[in-house]
C-alpha cells in the first residue's frame, strides 16, 4: 500500500480531502466542532465533536455523497493569514479550535488558515487549488478518539478515508484493504480459535487458546532442534528482576519509561522482566570458564513485559506480555566474526523453510552525538560497528545502515520483513555487546591464565512468537501447512450409522502414527461436514463410504481442492507422516 505521507502531492490531496469531509459534516451536522484533521500514512481522519449525535455505518455513505456535492462546486481553496488576535476572535465560538490557537508558540505571530466557499478551518496547509481536484476518494471507517488522546477528556468521533489522484489508484487501494481484512491476524485468529482477549486480563495482553497453544508448541519444538545442533543451552529463568539487577545492566537509566512500575515485596523493589539479557549474564557469571569453554550460547523461550501505549496494542503482533526466542552468546573477541556469521545463516536457513523472502537487512548504529542514549565509549561503538559490517560484506548480503537505531548497548542487526499486506515488520535480530559484560564483571581465562571480558550476541530468530505467529496468520490467511496445523486431518464418515466404525479404525491409526486428527460422525449432512472442514481450513479431509470400508482404503482431498484421491491405509499414512517430519510447505513438496 502506497504510503501517502511519503509521497508530497498524495499528502497535500489527503489533507485538502479531511477539510472537504469537515465541510461535508458540516452541512450535515450544523452543531459540529473539529478537533484535528491530519494527512496519516493510510490516508487522511478528521475527528469531530456531534455532541449527542452517534456516527453509524450507513452514515459514511450520506457524507460521502455531500462531499462529491461540495467538489462538484469546484470552490477555490483561499489561504488567510491572521494574526493571534485575530485568530482567537474568529474561532471564539469554537472551544477545540480556541485550544489550538492558545497554545501556539507566541513567536508565531501568523496564523494562517484555509476557506473553500461556506469552510473556514484553521490549518497550516498546504492545499489543492480548488475543490474539483478533489475526485477520487473513499470514507474507510469511523471510530472513537479521545481528545488529545487522554482518556480524561470527551470521546470525540473520528472519520478515516483516502483520497487519490485517479480512479485506478483509488481501486488499488481499496483492494489492498479488503485484503487486509481478510488476512488480519485478529480476525482469522478469532475464527479459528488460535487466541484471545480479554479487558479483566488487560490490553496488550493475549490468551493462547488451544489451537494457538498448539501451534506456538510446534513452533518451540522447530527452533529448538534448530539450536540444539547448533550447541545452544537452553534456561528457565524469572519473569521479575529486582531494581538493582536493571540498574547494573543500565536498563533502568536507558528503558524504564518501557516497564512496568516497580513493586516493593518486603524491602525489595522488582520490576516484571522487559528482557533477559541481564538473568543471562548472571548464569554465565554462576562459575568460572576457560577460553575453551566459549562459545557458550543460553537460550530461552522467555516471557518478558513491556509497556506499550493502548493505541499501539494490536492482536499478537505488539503486546505487552510477550515470549521471546532468545539467547545469548557469549564469546571471545576472536570468535565475533564467526559466530555473528552463524546466526545470520540460522536466520537464511529458518526464513527458507517458512518461505519468507521478502526481507532486507538493517544495521542499526548508533547516533553518536546522542550521548544520552547511548552508552559514551566511541572505541567500542567503533570497534563493534566495523565488526558488524565485516561480517556482513563477507556474507555478501544486501543491508542498509540506520543511524540512531541501535540499542544503548550497541549495534545491532534487524531484519525487516514485508508481510503480505502492511508495512514492514522486524522479526529476527542479532545485537553486538561490549559493555554488559563489563557491568556484571563477566570474564573467562585466557591461554596465559589471565582474565579477558567475553563479548555477548544478542539475538532472537523468530522474534517473539507472538509476533511470528501473527505474521504466519496473515501470510497464510490462516491456512497452516500440515505440521503447524492445529488440526492435521479430519475423518468424516459418508453415512455415519453404516461408516463410523471403520471410520474410527483409521481415526485410531492416525492417533498411533502422532496425527492430530478428529473424527465429525455428527447427524448432519456430509456437504455440511465437507463444508466445515473448509471453513475451519484443515488440510486433509478423509471421507469414508461402503467402498473405502470394503477395501480397507483412505479417500482423501486436501484443503482448497474438490478433487479426491483413493490410496491403501499404508500410503496415506506415509504420506502425511512424511509431510509432518519434513515440515513441508505446501502438500506433497
Not at 502492511?422 to 559484560?437: A, I, K, M, N, Y
Request: negative net charge; proline residues 4%.
Amino acid at each position: 500500500m502506497i504510503n501517502i505521507k511519503e509521497n508530497e502531492r498524495l499528502e497535500m490531496l489527503n489533507h485538502s480531502c479531511a477539510h472537504l469531509l469537515a465541510q461535508a459534516v458540516q452541512h450535515l451536522y450544523p452543531q459540529a466542532k473539529f478537533w484535528v484533521g491530519p494527512a496519516i500514512e493510510e490516508g487522511f481522519y478528521y475527528d469531530i465533536d456531534l455532541g449527542d449525535e452517534v456516527i453509524k455505518e450507513e452514515d459514511l455513505e450520506r457524507i460521502e455523497k455531500e462531499m462529491k456535492k461540495c467538489a462538484k462546486d469546484g470552490k477555490k481553496i483561499i489561504r488567510h493569514e491572521l494574526s493571534k488576535e485575530e485568530a482567537l476572535e474568529k474561532f471564539k465560538d469554537d472551544p477545540y479550535k480556541i485550544d489550538l490557537i492558545s497554545r501556539m508558540d507566541e513567536n508565531e505571530t501568523v496564523i494562517s488558515c484555509y476557506s473553500q466557499g461556506d469552510f473556514t478551518d484553521l490549518c497550516r496547509g498546504p492545499h489543492v487549488e480548488t475543490t474539483k481536484e478533489i475526485k477520487y476518494f473513499k470514507l474507510l471507517k469511523f471510530s472513537g478518539a479521545y481528545w488529545k488522546g487522554d482518556s480524561k477528556n470527551k470521546m470525540l468521533q473520528r472519520i478515516y478515508g483516502v483520497c487519490f489522484d485517479n480512479q485506478e489508484d483509488l481501486d488499488n487501494c481499496l483492494k489492498e484493504i479488503a485484503e487486509a481484512k481478510e488476512r488480519d491476524h485478529r480476525k482469522i485468529g478469532k475464527e479459528q480459535e488460535i487466541f484471545m482477549s480479554h479487558e479483566l486480563v488487560g490490553s496488550g495482553m493475549p490468551m493462547w487458546l488451544p489451537n494457538g497453544a498448539l501451534i506456538r508448541k510446534q513452533l518451540e519444538n522447530y527452533i529448538y532442534e534448530k539450536e540444539q545442533k547448533q550447541g545452544y543451552l537452553h534456561v528457565y529463568t524469572p519473569c521479575v528482576g529486582t531494581v538493582d539487577l536493571y540498574k547494573t545492566s543500565g536498563h533502568w537509566d536507558h528503558y524504564k519509561e518501557n516497564m512496568f512500575p516497580m513493586m516493593k515485596v518486603d524491602e525489595e523493589e522488582f520490576v516484571l522482566r522487559p528482557m533477559n539479557c541481564p538473568h543471562h549474564m548472571l548464569i554465565y557469571g554462576n562459575k568460572l570458564h576457560s577460553y575453551r569453554d566459549l562459545p557458550i550460547r543460553i537460550g530461552e523461550f522467555a516471557t518478558d513485559f513491556r509497556y506499550e501505549a493502548s493505541g499501539a496494542v494490536k492482536g499478537l503482533e505488539r503486546v505487552r506480555c510477550m515470549c521471546q526466542n532468545d539467547a545469548h552468546l557469549f564469546v571471545r573477541p576472536d570468535q565475533i566474526g564467526e559466530e555473528f556469521q552463524k546466526v545470520v545463516r540460522l536466520i537464511l536457513d529458518v526464513y527458507e523453510d517458512f518461505g519468507i523472502k521478502n526481507y532486507k537487512f538493517r544495521l542499526s548504529l548508533r547516533d553518536p552525538e546522542d550521548k544520552e542514549k547511548y552508552f559514551d565509549d566511541d572505541k567500542m561503538w567503533d570497534e563493534a560497528e566495523a565488526k558488524l559490517r565485516e561480517v556482513l560484506n563477507g556474507l555478501g548480503v544486501d543491508y542498509f545502515e540506520a543511524v540512531g537505531e541501535a540499542a544503548f548497548y550497541g549495534p545491532k542487526l534487524d531484519v525487516e520483513v514485508k508481510p503480505a499486506v502492511g508495512p514492514e515488520v522486524t522479526l529476527s535480530t542479532c545485537q553486538l555487546d561490549f559493555l554488559l559484560p563489563r557491568r556484571f564483571e563477566l570474564n573467562y581465562i585466557d591461554s596465559n591464565g589471565e582474565k579477558q571480558i567475553p563479548v555477548v550476541l544478542h539475538r532472537a530468530i523468530f522474534g517473539t512468537f507472538d509476533r511470528f505467529t501473527a505474521f504466519l496468520i496473515e501470510e497464510t490467511k490462516g491456512v497452516f501447512p500440515t505440521w503447524l496445523s492445529p488440526v492435521q486431518a479430519s475423518v468424516i464418515p459418508v453415512n455415519p450409522e453404516l461408516h463410523q466404525e471403520y471410520a474410527e479404525e483409521v481415526r485410531d491409526l492416525l492417533l498411533a502414527n502422532n496425527v492430530r486428527v478428529e473424527l465429525d460422525a455428527r447427524n448432519e449432512k456430509l456437504g455440511y461436514r465437507l463444508r466445515e472442514t473448509q471453513t475451519r481450513k484443515i488440510p486433509y479431509t478423509i471421507i469414508l463410504g461402503d467402498q473405502e470400508k470394503d477395501n480397507k482404503t483412505i479417500s482423501y482431498r486436501l484443503f482448497g481442492q474438490k478433487d479426491t484421491t483413493t490410496v491403501s491405509q499404508e500410503e496415506f499414512v506415509k504420506l502425511i507422516c512424511d509431510e509432518i517430519k519434513n515440515r513441508s510447505l505446501r502438500k506433497n513438496d
